[in-house]
Every structure is written in C-alpha cells, then in structure tokens.
C-alpha cells in the first residue's frame, strides 16, 4: 500500500529516429565551394540582393535566387560584441570578438570571429580579413575560416556598409 | 446548426487557386524553401498576383519531425516575400487545417484574401517510425508501435466483423492506380486487376503493401478570398460552402476503429447531405480507410471517388489533406463537377478528421 502512493516522477522513453540529411541544392553549391576555399554568395533577380549563407530564396522577394558570386576575403564590420564567457568545446579562450561581417560584394551580413585583434579598438565600419585553414583542412564547414582579422584600410561609412562590390568600391546603382 | 456551415451567410468563401507539385519518392536535396516556391508561384500566378504581400494572411502546415529539421517551417517563409512584414501564421498539421484557420479569418472580418501552403519531405526519415512519436508519450510511443501496424490492426478488425473483404481493399487499390493514370503528379498509377493485386505478398498483415499509400515529397498550395475579392481578381471561382473537423480520442482502445464518427459528425456540420455529390476526394492512407470513410459520409452509386487517385497514389504529409480540398476544387471549375466533398485526416487510424463542401459558384 505504502509503495502505491509513493508518486512517479519519471519515466525513461528515450527517442531516437534517424534521418538521411541534405543541406538543399542551393545551400549545397554554397558548401561546396566553401569546401574549395571559396565564399560564395547569391543574387535576387527581384532586389539584386546578395545573400551569404545562401538558402535558396530571397526572403524578402520569395523568389529563388540562382545566380553564384564568388565573394571577396575582404569584408567590413557591421556590428560585434565582446564576449566575457566560454563558448562551451571550443578553444577559443574570452574575452573575444563575435561579428556581423558583410563581404565585399555581398549586401547581407553573417556571423563569425575576430581575432588577432585589440579587442577595445573593434569598431563599425572596420576592415577586415578572412584567415583560411591550411587547405589539407577544408571541409563542408563555415569554420574552414578560423577567424577574420583586421586589415590596414581606412574604414567604411555606415551608409555604405553593404553596399560594396567584390572589388571593395560602392556600387553604382 | 453547428461548424462554420451556420457562419456562411456571412461571408463566403471563393477558393481560386490550387497547384500541386509531383510526388516523390524522393525531391533529393531540395530544401524546404525550393519545394514550396514553385507552387506559390504557380498559385500566385493563376491569379496574377505578384507574391504574398497581395495577399491579407498567410498559413501554412508542416510537421518538422518529418525531415528531422527544427523550425522547417520558419525557414520556409523565405518563400513568401516576407519583406516588409506579413500576418502569417503556422499549424502543426496538415494544410487542411491551415485552410480552416484561414477560413476563420477570412469570416471574422480579419482578412480578404489567404495564401495556404503545406509541404512535406517525408523521405529522409522512416515515416511510419517518425509518426509513431504522435501516439500517447508514456504508454504507447515507448513501443515504437508504427502506423502501418495500428491501420492493419484496423483493417483486421473490418475483415473480421464482416464488414469488408480483402477483395473490397484491392478493388480500391485498383481504381487508384488506374485513376492515377489521368494525374500527371502521381507517384504510382497503373492499370491492375483485383485478381492481381490479390497474388501479392502479405506486408504487415492482413496489408499488402499497396494497401499502404507511398511515402512522398512535394508540396501543394492554395488561394481562397471572399466572393467579392474573387469577382475582384476575375477569376473562376468554386465556393468553399461548408467545413468541419472533429477528433476523436487518443486512447485507440476506446475507439471504434470500424468506423468513423467524427467525420459522420463534420459531415454532417459542413452540410454533406444538402445536395448531390459529383466527386469525393477522401485522404484515405490505408486502402480499408477509404472505404470507412465513403460509409460514414454516406456516399453513394453517384459519386466519383478520389478521381485523382488518392492518397494511395502518392501521400504528401501535412499537404495531401489540403490537395484533397484542391482536387475538387479543379474538378469544379473545370465543369467535371458540381458539387463535391474533400476530407482530410490525421493521426493514427482516422482519429481527426475534416470534411469540406466545395460547389460550383
Ligand atoms: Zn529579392
């Protein structure tokens, strides 16, 4: 009797289900060229919008976005932050630099990692530069670019962040 | 009177535009965002609208179990134009049910005009494994039990009660696959006799495989506004008279799985027996299933059912309910029809069921 009433707080269901992955055709031709030491970005033929990471679409449109443009090492800071805690199994030791970076000849952003850098001087509208595995190393993964680094080139205006092509000039409307 | 039949003077609602992709046995490494786009171009374009901002509210269903994907479906509001902001909203179900969630907006006043999409990739997963994690968490989905075994659970109990034989379930294997045949998007069609089917191996018995509807990739989506916005647009239009959904318990041992009375009950809410139906198109996974389903909407000599094949041709999750409701509404404005009836289904064994009226405006 006494052991009917204790109260059952759990039971144990583990669930596992297995699944055959695919990154999509879109975001596939991105990996692959990344794999291959290349940053890629697509265009909108609605907006002309360049996007990086690339998923298909463009999302303001909804319109699929097929045409490949190979983006530029160099890129500008859009936004950071400095990070006081550990990111947990990663090596990278705090305080340290996460950012907004748009490529040269993209007009979106993504996130990666500063480094090699003072962490008080980061600042918007910096120059930056990717810095690559050694080749050997290069897989389906964003982190075959360890970090991004800065680079001695006067800094962008806010305004034209973004708007840069892959030479580094702004871009004629 | 009860459901949204009684709400119908209101507002009625025009459905417009439906387009279905092929089903896949697999779409390979298409995402979800590049299964979606060509349908809601394709509806978008039957209508000569530009994309989703023409439109007053956006849903769609989708199951991210499916394709072992979190959050899918946030991922495919790439494909809608969502720049500046839409009213969009989501249902973890079939599509069918996103309709009736539009539907409600539309008839509260809330919006004109809705955009419904449903997509499924069910082939990275083993389906029937993944959909057994809908059953009851503490007793039932710890032993794995699959949809396949529960429906042929099912199916043994009508065969042993009389109530169908195994030739009945071959027979409507066989009008499937035949009506398949005129269905461009289907994934199996063929012209195969009731002998035939009969001298295939047993699956999970007394099923043979093709009792059991395919597992498929693709996506379908809709457009559907009131009267006065369709008149607006100058396209032929069918009216969307009634709809309902019911569900029945979770507990299938309470349940008799012979029949199906919560689709009697949305039948009958969604006004089923007011008039004649031309064509049915029943989501129907499990041949047996069809056959319950035809008796508990009372569906007789004169009506054509799952003239497109059915889900037994090709069975896109989370779109196949919303592509019954599209199937008839085709049929319709192309004049095949008159009047029809399109069901949806969900869970195990037919436990949710939605039963809409479709008519020529
Ligand atoms: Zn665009």
Redesign the interface.
């Known amino acids: 009797m006494s052991e009917a009433r204790e109260p059952v707080t759990g039971i144990e269901a583990p669930v596992y289900l297995q699944y055959q992955f695919t990154a999509g055709r879109a975001p596939s031709r991105f990996l692959s060229a990344l794999k291959q030491g290349r940053l890629t970005g697509q265009r909108c033929p609605g907006c002309s919008q360049v996007y990086i990471p690339p998923r298909g679409a463009c999302p303001a449109c909804g319109i699929a976005t097929e045409e490949e443009v190979t983006l530029s090492n160099k890129a500008t800071v859009q936004s950071f932050t400095i990070v006081y805690i550990p990111i947990p199994g990663n090596p990278i030791k705090p305080p340290y630099i996460v950012a907004n970076l748009v490529p040269d000849g993209a007009n979106i952003s993504f996130i990666h990692l500063l480094s090699e850098c003072v962490n008080e001087e980061v600042h918007i509208g910096q120059r930056v530069q990717a810095v690559w595995k050694p080749e050997a190393e290069w897989d389906y993964k964003m982190d075959n670019i360890i970090y991004y680094k800065p680079l001695d080139e006067p800094d962008v205006p806010v305004e034209l962040i973004g708007k840069l092509g892959v030479d580094g000039r702004e871009v004629q409307p | 009177m009860s459901g949204l039949k009684a709400m119908s003077a209101q507002r009625d609602i025009a459905i417009v535009a439906f387009h279905q992709s092929d089903c896949q046995a697999s779409a390979?490494?298409?995402?979800?965002?590049?299964l979606i786009?060509p349908e809601?171009?394709a509806v978008m374009d039957q209508v000569g609208l530009h994309?989703?901002q023409d439109v007053d509210f956006v849903c769609s269903g989708s199951c991210d179990?499916l394709?072992?994907?979190a959050f899918a479906f946030v991922?495919g509001?790439?494909?809608?134009?969502?720049?500046p902001p839409i009213r969009e909203s989501h249902v973890e179900m079939d599509a069918a049910w996103a309709l009736y969630e539009s539907v409600l907006k539309i008839r509260m006043g809330h919006a004109d005009s809705a955009l419904i999409y449903g997509f499924a990739k069910s082939?990275?997963?083993?389906l029937p494994?993944?959909l057994s994690?809908q059953l009851d968490?503490?007793y039932l989905?710890?032993l794995w039990v699959d949809t396949v075994s529960l429906a042929a659970m099912q199916a043994r109990l009508m065969l042993d009660a009389g109530k169908i034989t195994e030739a009945d379930m071959a027979a409507v294997v066989s009008r499937s696959r035949r009506n398949a045949m005129n269905n461009p998007h289907a994934q199996l069609a063929g012209d195969l006799s009731v002998e035939a089917l009969l001298q295939e191996a047993p699956f999970v018995s007394p099923l043979r495989r093709h009792d059991c509807s395919p597992v498929s990739d693709g996506a379908s989506a809709m457009i559907i506004a009131t009267v006065e916005q369709a008149e607006a647009w100058g396209k032929p239009y069918a009216i969307l008279r009634g709809i309902d959904h019911r569900i029945e318990s979770h507990n299938l041992c309470t349940r008799d799985l012979t029949d199906s009375p919560s689709t009697r009950r949305a039948a009958e809410a969604a006004g089923v027996a007011d008039g004649a139906i031309d064509v049915a198109e029943l989501y129907a996974p499990f041949s047996h299933q069809e056959i319950i389903l035809s008796r508990a909407l009372g569906l007789g000599e004169g009506t054509r059912v799952n003239p497109s094949g059915g889900v037994l041709a090709g069975n896109l999750m989370m779109a196949s309910g919303l592509s019954r409701v599209g199937e008839v509404f085709q049929r319709i404005v192309s004049g095949e029809a008159r009047r029809g009836v399109a069901h949806a289904t969900s869970g195990p064994c037919l436990q949710h069921n939605l039963v809409a009226v479709v008519e020529a405006a």
């Open positions: 390979g490494a298409t995402n979800e965002v590049e786009m809601i171009r994309n989703a179990y394709q072992g994907a991922a509001v790439d494909a809608l134009g969502a720049v082939s990275p997963g083993e494994i993944v994690q968490p503490y989905a710890p």
